[in-house]
Nanobody, 121 residues
Framework: QVQLVESGGGLAQPGGSLRLSCTASGSVSSIDDMGWYRQAPGKQRELVAHITSDGNTNYADSVKGRFTISRDNAKNTVYLQMNSLRPEDTAVYSC???????????????WGQGTQVTVSS
């Protein structure tokens, strides 16, 4: 009924930039909190950035000042602008959203399929 589709991953050089997008489609009535997570090989998944429905944000300490999360509610889309990339940012990045379905009242937790970000020279 609902899909989260990510795009924008790929290869970047250290110091470079990438912009990730994640769009929700299907029976979406409204979206509350949205976030980006990442998981590097051999490590646990971690929260990168989070944004509420009214635009309040928080970030992992490791990305503060380099990454910016934003959203376009009209497009059901969340973005992650990643600047000053470092090799340690290499991971699979996944988006997450709390979605209320059409004709529903409950919120459901949805995840995207993940997109690979590799930072290497």
């Amino acid at each position: 009924q609902v899909q989260l589709v990510e795009s924008g991953g790929g290869l970047a050089q250290p110091g470079g930039s990438l912009r990730l997008s994640c769009t929700a489609s299907g029976s979406v009535s409204s979206i509350d909190d949205m976030g980006w997570y990442r998981q590097a090989p051999g490590k646990q998944r971690e929260l990168v950035a989070h944004i509420t429905s009214d635009g309040n944000t928080n970030y992992a300490d490791s990305v503060k000042g380099r990454f910016t999360i934003s959203r376009d509610n009209a497009k059901n889309t969340v973005y992650l602008q990643m600047n000053s990339l470092r090799p340690e940012d290499t991971a699979v990045y996944s988006c997450n959203a709390m979605i209320r379905l059409v004709l529903g009242v409950s919120l459901y937790d949805y995840w995207g399929q993940g997109t690979q970000v590799t930072v290497s020279s």
